[in-house]
């Protein structure tokens, strides 16, 4: 879920598009699609209105947040926590993956997540925890 810190700023890069000055839309367009891959997102969840988009109240809800059941939640919803932890107990991640993933323990729980461990986390987690492959 997408802080409201981190909507707001969206909200004024996607006004920027209409700019006369190229070099600004350019660089609009470059902070779009960083905040869009932070929170697994593409350009074209941007056309649903801000009611059908989820948006957290604080940084410190990816903390908090646990699933609700069981079932495996969407990369997109799981929060990095959740996704290292199914990550790291599935049968389906080697032990050389497992150790690799453990690197982004100490940026999870200082919840300073990079886009970069974002990304993959998310494809990770779509490869062996929504989809049962072995990685």
């Not at 593409?42 to 059908?52: A, E, I, M, S, Y």
């Not at 497992?98 to 998310?122: G, H, M, V």
Request: net charge neutral.
């Amino acid at each position: 879920m997408m802080t409201e810190r981190d909507y707001q700023r969206l909200s004024k890069l996607v006004a920027m598009l209409s700019s006369d000055n190229d070099g600004e839309v350019l660089n609009a367009v470059d902070s779009i699609s960083n905040i869009l891959n932070q929170y697994g997102l593409v350009w074209t969840d941007l056309l649903l209105p801000r009611k059908f988009l989820k948006v957290r109240d604080a940084q410190a809800d990816d903390i908090a947040s646990a699933p609700a059941d069981s079932a495996p939640l969407d990369p997109t919803q799981a929060t990095p926590k959740q996704m290292y932890e199914a990550l790291m107990q599935s049968p389906r991640v080697s032990v050389e993956t497992k150790r690799d993933i453990r690197d982004y323990a100490q940026e999870i729980k200082e919840n300073r997540i990079r886009p970069k461990t974002r990304a993959d986390l998310q494809a990770m987690y779509r490869y062996a925890i929504m989809q049962g492959r072995h990685i």
